[in-house]
């Protein structure tokens, strides 16, 4: 820190790095400006990853995690957001960790939207930790997978009718080419068969 200006945003960044175990978001918000000026090559880093490994001591997926989740509370909770950095300390400060299921979850189009709403309370509002959160987590997802069956159904009978194209537009091609065994032929005609059967 001694080699950075003070006021400037690698001392800044530098300063929420030390404060990361009490206010997270403070550091992701830090982490976010610099990812995205890519003010780190300025400092002699190449890559984001090099200076979060080497001047923050973060691991990439560490600084991923923060990354996200910042984003994710910029882009869909600024209100929350705005109370979080207002509190100091938060009150039940959500960790990354369950923002960053939360982000996941609301990816999900199969989960009901007040399946999604009952996570975020719990996240957001009352703060829980990850292993509760990802409970609840789970409870969603395998209520959710009734329909997706249905889903991975049709994805299967996709995927053979894909293959069954593709081995019809081989063997067309394969059938102007000069010496191609007519083993071979016989044996693609005879997988285009099968897979027409389990079709």
């Known amino acids: 820190m001694k080699s950075a200006e003070p006021g400037s945003l690698r001392h800044e960044t530098l300063e929420a790095a030390k404060r990361f ?8 918000q830090r982490l976010w400006t610099v ?3 890519k003010a780190y090559r300025s400092w002699g880093y190449l890559t984001f990853e090099a200076y979060c490994a080497k001047e923050i001591h973060l691991r990439a997926a560490t ?4 990354l996200q989740s910042y984003y994710f509370l910029e882009k869909e909770e600024p209100s929350t957001l705005e109370r979080l950095r ?3 300390p938060a009150a039940n400060l959500p960790s990354p960790e369950t923002v960053n299921m939360l982000r996941l979850l609301k990816r999900r189009e199969e989960v009901p939207s007040e399946r999604y709403q009952q996570v975020r309370h719990y996240v957001l509002d009352e703060g829980k930790d990850a292993s509760e959160v990802r ?3 789970q409870a969603i997802l395998k209520t959710s997978r009734p329909e997706s069956e ?3 159904i049709q994805r ?3 995927t053979i009718r894909r293959m069954i194209g593709t081995l019809k537009h081989l063997q067309r091609e394969l059938q102007q080419q000069d010496g191609i065994p007519k083993k071979l032929m016989d044996q693609i005609s005879g997988l ?3 897979l027409e059967e389990v079709l």
């Not at 175990?21 to 992701?28: H, N, P, Q, T």
């Not at 600084?63 to 923060?66: D, R, S, T, V």
Request: overall charge positive; glycine content about 4%; aromatic content about 6%.
């Open 21 to 28: 175990k009490s206010s997270w978001i403070e550091l992701g």
């Open 35 to 37: 990812w995205k000026e």
């Open 63 to 66: 600084a991923q995690k923060l």
């Open 86 to 88: 207002q509190e100091t």
């Open 135 to 137: 409970q609840q987590v």
């Open 150 to 152: 249905e889903t991975e």
């Open 156 to 158: 299967r009978r996709t």
């Open 192 to 194: 285009t068969q099968k």
